[in-house]
């Protein structure tokens, strides 16, 4: 089996990590034949968005665990991963006073400055 991208690894790290997001992994695959990272990721980010606005059944533990493990990774990846977590997740984030703002809230350090790095 050959090895994926630093980005790559990150995604199905991501999806193994959170039985929640199997079925995202799952249909992306199904989709697109490979795992794209941006778009993946950009697929996390509305069901983050989703389960914190009320619109999706799962659990909204769900989403503080996933933005610590994307936190985590964020801190200690190398260039590639921490351009596609800015890029496909922070920069998708509501801005101050938009709908669903608070879960700025749940960032830690490096993704908090971040945020404020590419603009709240």
């Known amino acids: 089996m050959k090895m994926g991208s630093p980005a ?3 995604v199905r790290d991501l999806a ?9 992994m799952d249909g992306h695959i199904d ?5 794209l990272p941006h778009v993946f990721l950009g697929d996390v980010h509305r069901y983050v968005a ?3 606005n009320g619109d999706d059944d799962a659990s909204a533990s769900d989403v ?3 933005i610590d493990f994307l936190e985590d990774r964020f ?3 190398e260039d590639t991963v921490r351009e596609l977590i800015s890029v496909s997740f922070v ?3 509501p801005r101050p006073g938009e709908r669903g703002a608070h879960v700025r809230t749940m960032l830690g350090p490096e ?3 971040e945020a404020r790095r590419v603009g709240e």
Request: cysteine-free.
């Open 8 to 10: 790559e690894t990150v």
């Open 111 to 113: 993704l908090s400055a």
């Open 91 to 93: 920069e998708l984030l």
């Open 31 to 35: 989709d697109y034949d490979e795992v």
């Open 75 to 77: 801190r200690r990846g």
């Open 64 to 66: 503080q665990g996933i």
């Open 50 to 52: 989703d389960t914190l």
């Open 16 to 24: 193994a990590a959170f039985p929640s997001l199997q079925p995202l």
